[in-house]
């Protein structure tokens, strides 16, 4: 169904009206009201839903592309967009309508931040007539002009930062408003890493994300897929983290996304941080493994394919849809029969069931966590979040970790990781679950040589963080059951 944000009508001056920005507004207010995801690469339901619609829309690639990138900027920037329309605009901006706020983020954000010039902001006035109203349309006209004004005469606002003397609060506020993330984590990251790297970490949580392709070593090897995408136009790299198995995509992602590389199993997008992860499970073909959190599976099918498809690989998830394409995915990657056994439930409901036979030879606990690690591509997460869920999800964790550890045979290998950056849910959950399980040990990863040595933490962890290794930020323990 169309509706009213993308019919090509004639708006105030005779102008027809710009249905990727018309889009561009429907997603943004979309995410504010249902929670959907920002990001349109990947496998997550709400990701597919958002791409059903583009086509709907019959938007083509290029303006698709546009709102994917406008939709994700907008949404991470929105703070501080936030804080120069609160200069400009004389009014609180909770009493602004959402449509309206929604164009006017927009056209600062393309203003400020995308080069868009001052002209194209009479595309965002003819928007806010058709879609909110005449005064509507009013406001945007004054605000965008007073800002492309004030932009040329290098007299548009700039957010202050905190001296380095003021309280933690005042820093982490100015920081959290001058690259646009929520005070709390910027509080936590400060005391952490200090002001200098947290900076760079929000920098890099507010640049376009990079992805990776894994190449499936089933069918073809890096090198040779290498040479035969790049004739189609695709710019690829080595990975510098695991250069077996991984390509780093410089550019022409959405060709290679439109082409048949993925349905017919040769590759699939996937950061070389989930890689590592699986390089130190390091399953062997003719083991059995369990993935206890596998969906919607890009960890199990790298470790299906490290096994050469050969003894038993458990997947289970507690969401049946997440799971859902997983078994026909395997088969497309060349799996044979009877290896993946796709198990959808609640790991407690089915420890039972899955402990008969002895227990597997390696366990992954790929735990749901706050995500920090990955907010470039989750643009919207970082307003999602809160300091509550953080202790609901290092208790799942933990309870999740217990389950698992049931099912690891004695001499078998539990690996426990996230794409958090937040210590409770990683060195501290495993600290925590040492203590209580004394039939299991940490294996350091440095002894192991499973890793590149840039990515591991002094105590062996992996953990790897987006501004300093351009990966998602991941963290991973290995753990040894006692013989
Ligand atoms: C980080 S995601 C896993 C990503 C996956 N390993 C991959 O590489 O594609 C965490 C998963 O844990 C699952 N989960 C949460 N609680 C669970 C439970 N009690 N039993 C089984 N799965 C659970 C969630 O549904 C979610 O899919």
């Not at 349109?40 to 709400?46: D, T, W």
């Amino acid at each position: 169904m169309r509706t009213p944000y993308h019919r090509d009508r004639t708006g105030s001056g005779g102008r027809v009206l710009d249905t990727t920005r018309g889009e561009i507004v429907h997603q943004l207010l979309r995410i504010e009201a249902e929670g959907a995801f920002a990001g349109l690469v990947g496998g997550s339901p709400g990701q597919k839903v958002a791409k059903r619609r583009l086509r709907r829309k019959e938007l083509d690639k290029r303006q698709q592309a546009r709102v994917t990138a406008a939709v994700a900027g907008v949404t991470r920037r929105r703070r501080r967009l936030d804080w120069l329309l609160q200069q400009l605009l004389n009014r609180p901006l909770a009493k602004v309508d959402p449509r309206l706020l929604a164009i006017l983020r927009l056209g600062l954000f393309e203003l400020t931040m995308a080069g868009k010039a001052g002209h194209a902001m009479s595309a965002h006035v003819d928007l806010a007539a058709l879609i909110v109203n005449k005064g509507a349309s009013g406001m945007v006209n004054a605000v965008l002009r007073n800002a492309v004004r004030q932009l040329a005469a290098g007299t548009l606002p700039e957010p202050a930062l905190a001296p380095a003397t003021a309280s933690l609060e005042a820093r982490a506020d100015s920081l959290g408003v001058a690259l646009s993330h929520p005070t709390w984590l910027v509080e936590r990251w400060l005391r952490r890493l200090g002001d200098q790297e947290t900076a760079e970490l929000m920098a890099a949580n507010n640049s376009e994300p990079a992805y990776c392709l894994r190449v499936n070593r089933l069918r073809t090897t890096a090198a040779a897929f290498k040479d035969e995408l790049c004739s189609t136009g695709a710019v690829l790299a080595e990975s510098p983290l695991l250069p077996e198995d991984f390509l780093c995509v410089e550019s022409g992602l959405a060709g290679l996304l439109r082409g048949a590389a993925l349905s017919d199993g040769l590759c699939q997008v996937q950061d070389h941080a989930a890689g590592l992860v699986v390089a130190l499970l390091n399953p062997q073909p003719g083991e059995a493994v369990l993935d206890a959190c596998a969906a919607p599976g890009g960890k199990a099918l790298y470790a299906a394919a490290r096994m050469g498809g050969q003894g038993r690989l458990v997947a289970v998830d507690r969401s049946a849809a997440r799971l859902r394409g997983l078994a026909e995915t395997g088969r497309a990657q060349g799996l044979p029969e009877g290896f993946l056994d796709v198990r959808p439930g609640d790991l407690q409901a089915l420890g039972e069931q899955l402990s008969a036979g002895g227990g597997f030879d390696r366990v992954l606990v790929d735990a749901p966590c706050s995500g920090t690690g990955v907010l470039t591509k989750r643009a919207d997460l970082r307003w999602r979040r809160t300091p509550l869920d953080l202790l609901d999800l290092v208790a799942l964790q933990a309870e999740l970790l217990d389950i698992a550890a049931r099912l690891v045979r004695p001499g078998g290998v539990l690996v426990y990781s996230t794409c958090s950056l937040e210590p409770e849910e990683n060195e501290e959950q495993i600290a925590r679950f040492l203590e209580r399980t004394p039939g299991f040990r940490l294996q350091p990863a440095d002894a192991l040589g499973l890793l590149p040595p840039g990515v591991l933490t002094p105590q062996g962890y992996l953990a790897t963080l987006p501004h300093r290794h351009a990966a998602d930020g991941a963290f991973a323990a290995r753990l040894l059951r006692a013989s």
